[in-house]
């Protein structure tokens, strides 16, 4: 049985950019041998900040704070099970503030694991919830997916590059879109974001080492025209899920 458990603690796990605030209740995931689902005993759910100009924040579920440092734009909470399955009421405040930026009410199912992203510009911020669906990578593979939460890019294609072979990962990502975690080989690579319609190269990031048998989240964030006063530019971030 593999496990994920743990305090409250920060960790700079992420490649690239920015630091990850990362919190696990005690936790265990299984994974099966034979195929590629994961047998899931708990409900589960990780919390992404990828909203680019809005302020750090607390999190609440169902009026319980669950976070005891602010949480940043581009932190990362690891997988966690918080909540029981059924449905719950999650907030989320600037810090030390009573106004909410998004108050809504999600339903889990029993035994599913669950991705949720602040996304969007500040005056539009919401709550994005993906399903997970970890991988058991083979030999030489990791378990990788792509999510797209810049809110001004075009459509996107996302390119692979090892040893100068060039491997086409996603096509036509709009903001928003996530793919299923896909096997893939593991190593170095460059990773090419270019733009859908003309093929331009949008941002390209040299050198991401990939560990045979792991769960990563390329995540797309940042604005490719950042507004006035906002550094948070266009960038690819690594999480490692699993």
Known sequence: MKKISGKLFLSKFTILLSSVFTFSLTSCLEMKDADDDIIKPATYIAIYHGAPDAPDVDIFVDNTRINNQSFKYANYSDYFNFVAPGNHRLKFTPVN????????????????????????????VELLAVEDSLITPGANEVGLRVVQLSPDAPAMDIVLVKSSTNTSFSTN??????????KTPSGTHTVQLRDAGSEELLLAVPNITLEAGRNYSFIVRGFTSPPTGSTNVLSLQVIRNY
């Open 97 to 124: 503030a009573s106004n909410a930026l998004i108050d809504t009410a999600l339903t889990f199912k029993e035994g599913d694991i669950y991705s949720l992203f602040l996304v969007d510009r500040l005056q539009e």
């Open 173 to 182: 990502m709009d903001f928003r879109d996530s793919t299923p975690f896909r």
